[in-house]
């Protein structure tokens, strides 16, 4: 009998993992996709303020860091960061709602009895949250490269290209060797 709820906790905090993750991953890959080139940005601590609640100062910050590596104007920094401003003032309701599906998801997952239904809803909720995340970030991003040249949108292409590169080294590294 002990093994049998040893296997059965085993298998409800797995679920309850995949659920996270699933929700992560959903959530999660399209701010990935929304890094900037650079070392900053909506990556580095992640676009929902993993460092805390994302403020218009912080905002600023980012957006000026990158500016400055792709040479903007003051008057394409003050336009991105208004674009920026403007995506994160619409996307803060999100963070909550994230905290709220992960805890739910624990419960529902934890709880005496499956409830697929409930566990299906929640899912359902998660992709559609994910898909107004990344309809309105696309949406920022082709506002900002509207205010870009051809010149800085092309550095920026080159920039994304090399940290895709590091990362693909520092996530395989026997391909540095061969």
Do not use: C, Y
């Amino acid at each position: 009998m002990e093994e049998t709820n040893g296997r059965r906790r085993f298998f409800r905090n797995a679920a309850v993992a995949a659920l996270i993750s699933s929700v992560a991953a959903g959530i999660g890959a399209t701010a990935v996709w929304a890094a900037p080139a650079g070392h900053g940005g909506w990556h580095h601590g992640g676009f929902m303020g993993g460092r805390g609640p994302m403020t218009d100062e912080r905002v600023e910050k980012m957006v000026k860091h990158f500016a400055v590596e792709i040479n903007a104007t003051p008057e394409q920094t003050a336009k991105l960061t208004d674009i920026a401003k403007g995506a994160f003032k619409d996307l803060r309701p999100l963070r909550e709602k994230v905290r709220e599906a992960r805890k739910r998801g624990m419960e529902l997952l934890s709880a005496p009895t499956v409830d697929r239904a409930a566990i299906e809803k929640l899912r359902a909720e998660q992709i559609q949250a994910a898909d107004q995340l990344s309809r309105r970030m696309s949406q920022a991003f082709a506002d900002a490269a509207e205010v870009l040249t051809p010149d800085q949108r092309k550095k920026i292409g080159e920039r994304m290209q090399k940290r895709h590169e590091r990362h693909q080294q520092r996530e395989r590294p026997e391909q540095r060797r061969g």
